[in-house]
């Protein structure tokens, strides 16, 4: 069945529709249900539908742009939330980011890491990161290249107010399943390769959050399906 074509349900709905979607997957690809969390990523939405899908039970949340995601968190403070940062990093705006998430997925250069370390408040846990990746070569123009990502690893896990969990990627849109899967298997086989054990693959979105799954995500990054199209 076409979601698209269903009337536009609530977000509770869609949140329990996903859920089940990403269990189906799991079991389907021989994962426990358990192995796989959900960001809800809340990018353009407002503060409204996060508190509408907190109160449904969520409470991973994913926002890419800076100050959008501050505002948010003023706005729902009296929440208890997981925040994810998975947007580009400029380097001069890594201070809240260090200041106001749990995690962040998009760490892709030396100079940014040794920032967020730095800047980490010591009254609170290392910061949770994930480095981000480029298996698409020149159709992204985001994440390390895998020969250069071994060094990085090496950095972070020197890094004591970094906690280095795993990596992340978007790969470059592709329809065909079996080619999802080779994108994410590639991730997949770079996190197993070391230099240090890993334990978070963070890879699939409302489009290809199956093939993730198949192929080892222990986060997908899903915003479409949970909060129906974002407004411009
Ligand atoms: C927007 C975004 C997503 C979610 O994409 P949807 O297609 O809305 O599910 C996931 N990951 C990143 C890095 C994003 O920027």
Redesign the pocket.
């Known amino acids: 069945m076409n979601a698209d074509a269903l009337p536009d349900p609530d977000i509770a709905t869609r949140l329990a529709r996903v859920l089940d979607a990403i269990a189906t997957a799991a079991e389907r690809h021989g994962r426990a249900p358990g192995e796989v969390g959900l960001v809800a990523?809340s990018?353009r939405h407002p503060a409204s539908a996060i508190r509408a899908a907190h109160a449904a039970g969520q409470r991973r949340f994913?926002e890419?742009y800076l100050q959008e995601a501050l505002a948010k968190q003023d706005e729902l403070a009296d929440l208890d939330i997981e925040w994810h940062f998975?947007?580009a990093i400029q380097s001069n705006k890594t201070a809240d980011i260090a200041q106001r998430f749990d995690w962040v997925?998009?760490v892709d250069r030396e100079k940014v890491a040794r920032r967020l370390n730095d800047q980490r408040p010591d009254d609170r846990p290392p910061l949770n990161v994930l480095v981000e990746v480029n298996i698409s070569g020149e159709a992204s123009k985001h994440g390390i290249t895998p020969d250069q990502l071994p060094a990085l690893i090496e950095t972070i896990a020197g890094l004591p107010r970094l906690r280095l969990r795993g990596l992340m990627s978007?790969p470059a849109p592709v329809d065909d399943f079996a080619a999802q899967r080779r994108a994410f298997a590639a991730l997949a086989k770079l996190a197993a390769a070391g230099p240090v054990p890993l334990d978070t693959l963070s890879m699939g979105?409302?489009?290809d959050f199956e093939a993730a799954i198949a192929e080892g995500a222990t986060l997908v990054?899903?915003?479409?399906?949970v909060f129906g199209p974002?407004p411009d």
């Open positions: 990523v990018k994913g890419n998975i947007g997925h998009t978007l979105t409302s489009d990054r899903i915003g479409t399906a974002r």
